[in-house]
Nanobody
Framework: QVHLVESGGGLVQPGGSLKLSCAAS????????VAWVRQAPGKQRELVAS???????YYADSVKGRFTISRDGAKYMVYLQMNGLKPEDTAVYYCNADGLDTNSSRFNYWGQGTQVTVSS
């Protein structure tokens, strides 16, 4: 079993910054792929940023230049630094991780989400 717990969300004014964290724990052998996905009210989930084990990163056009995904492999932590926040960034942000557990079985888990609200 693998657990993902996000933290760091909150209320911030436009132009402000937040850093989201995602802590993975459990029977983890390695994590190949991590991603941050967000869902705003009445909208579909949107892939915001991702990072593969080979170092390849992806950013949605809407966040390029403002958001940065990073990971600490030794601690199974994933971060999303968000700068220049806009009201349209308001959403619940979810962490997603894909990898192998200690039984060599592939897993894909989601965290419970953390709310980010950008408003003056």
């Amino acid at each position: 079993q693998v657990h993902l717990v996000e933290s760091g969300g909150g209320l911030v004014q436009p132009g402000g910054s937040l850093k989201l964290s995602c802590a993975a724990s459990g029977s983890i052998f390695n994590i190949d792929y991590v991603a941050w996905v967000r869902q705003a009210p009445g909208k579909q989930r949107e892939l915001v940023a991702s990072s593969s084990g080979g170092g390849t990163t992806y950013y949605a056009d809407s966040v390029k230049g403002r958001f940065t995904i990073s990971r600490d492999g030794a601690k199974y932590m994933v971060y999303l630094q968000m700068n220049g926040l806009k009201p349209e960034d308001t959403a619940v942000y979810y962490c997603n991780a894909d990898g192998l557990d200690t039984n060599s079985s592939r897993f894909n888990y989601w965290g419970q989400g953390t709310q980010v609200t950008v408003s003056s």
